[in-house]
């Protein structure tokens, strides 16, 4: 029976009303070494124009309408002008729509990676406010773990998965984004059928600014502020990695990131564009009776096996929290590179 499964993206705020293809092993001299990363980080992410999250009808008197639904919009459309201008904000959609007086709206929008055209004709409510009948999203913020930091390039990767929206899971277009650290102060336990969260805030301390939102992670330039004295570590070839004994390297707590012993019980796949490339299971009876298992904020938490970053772990099991999916750490490098 397939696990029921949840993706341990940041938690997201903001909205109005957040095949098998082969892999080419790289030589031993190939593979780089970086520095972990295990702590804890918040986003600021704002997006790359308007994403439709839902489209809903209201009454306009007579009979419920909805304009943008009427006009070709779908759900995980995103708009990208309103009439020749870019467009960024809820509030800059809404006052576009009042301020219309029911005349058309020319709207650009991004739809499945191809540029459309629509034209929505704004309709009035019952307190005679012209609307159109989307809830869009601009941005989202939460907390999420580093995965490792490549000073030689310049950049770091995090949480082994996009951010996605809550609502839609489309994969959110960057417009443009902050890392900075964070603090955590208490975690919600996971339980059969529900995950748990880190619970923490952010802090002045900017890790980087984002300059790519992938399948497989999300990426950052590093500031001139790290000072990361950790030993170095090779990233592990997708051949590297075993079914057995492996640790667990993150933030439980308001302290530095330790390590927690997990098995990888399974190897699925090695998609370069997946981020369940394997299973892994926590075993250490610590993180069991703190966290209950794996949960949100955890996602990008490194994995390591026999001294080399093999992964970090994506998803939550949620008829098993003690399990979930990781993805490689060679996908994340091969992604940024890509």
């Known amino acids: 029976m397939k696990k029921i499964k949840k993706i341990l993206s940041v938690a997201l705020t903001g909205a109005v009303l957040l095949g098998f293809s082969q892999i080419t092993a790289?030589?031993?001299?190939?593979?780089?070494?970086?520095?972990?990363?295990?702590?804890?980080?918040?986003?600021?992410?704002?997006?790359?124009?308007?994403?439709?999250?839902?489209?809903?009808?209201?009454?306009?008197?007579?009979?419920?309408?909805?304009?943008?639904?009427?006009?070709?919009?779908?759900?995980?459309?995103i708009i990208k002008e309103v009439n020749g201008e870019a467009i960024s904000t809820n509030e800059a959609l809404q006052d576009a729509a009042v301020n219309s007086n029911g005349g058309i709206l020319t709207l650009k929008i991004e739809r499945e990676g191809k540029e459309q055209t629509k034209n929505i004709t704004p309709q009035k409510n019952t307190a005679g406010m012209y609307l159109i009948g989307a809830w869009v999203r601009d941005s989202?913020?939460?907390?999420?773990?580093?995965?490792?930091?490549?000073?030689?390039?310049?950049?770091?990767?995090?949480?082994?998965?996009?951010?996605?929206?809550?609502?839609?899971?489309?994969?959110?277009?960057?417009?443009?984004?902050?890392?900075?650290?964070?603090?955590?102060?208490?975690?919600?336990k996971s339980s059969f059928g529900k995950a748990g969260s880190?619970?923490?805030?952010?802090?002045?301390?900017?890790?980087?600014?984002?300059?790519?939102?992938?399948?497989?992670?999300?990426?950052?330039?590093i500031s001139d502020n790290f000072s990361n004295k950790e030993t170095?570590?090779?990233?592990?070839?997708?051949?590297?990695?075993?079914?057995?004994?492996?640790?667990?390297?993150?933030?439980?707590?308001?302290g530095e990131p330790q390590y927690y012993s997990i098995e990888i019980t399974r190897i699925v796949n090695l998609d370069s564009n997946s981020n369940e490339n394997f299973v892994i299971k926590i075993t250490d009876e610590k993180l069991l009776n703190y966290c209950?298992?794996?949960?949100?904020?955890?996602?990008?938490?490194?994995?390591?096996?026999?001294?080399?970053?093999?992964?970090?772990?994506?998803?939550?099991f949620l008829n098993n929290t003690s399990e979930g999916y990781g993805v490689t750490a060679q996908n994340m490098v091969t992604n940024y590179d890509e």
Do not use: W
């Not at 918040?42 to 419920?64: C, Q, T």
């Open 26 to 77: 790289v030589s031993e001299s190939e593979i780089q070494s970086v520095y972990l990363g295990g702590q804890p980080f918040g986003v600021k992410f704002y997006n790359n124009g308007l994403v439709i999250i839902n489209l809903e009808s209201y009454y306009d008197g007579n009979r419920y309408i909805c304009p943008a639904k009427e006009g070709g919009l779908k759900v995980n459309d």
């Open 140 to 188: 989202c913020a939460g907390i999420g773990t580093i995965t490792y930091y490549d000073t030689d390039n310049n950049y770091f990767a995090a949480l082994g998965h996009g951010i996605c929206d809550n609502d839609t899971s489309l994969l959110l277009p960057l417009g443009s984004g902050e890392a900075v650290y964070a603090n955590i102060n208490g975690v919600t």
């Open 198 to 221: 880190l619970n923490g805030y952010f802090t002045d301390s900017t890790i980087g600014y984002l300059t790519k939102n992938s399948d497989v992670g999300v990426y950052g330039t």
């Open 232 to 254: 170095r570590i090779q990233i592990a070839d997708n051949s590297d990695i075993k079914t057995g004994n492996a640790k667990l390297y993150t933030t439980i707590d308001g």
């Open 292 to 316: 209950g298992g794996i949960v949100q904020g955890m996602s990008g938490s490194p994995i390591i096996q026999n001294d080399k970053l093999v992964g970090a772990v994506t998803h939550v």
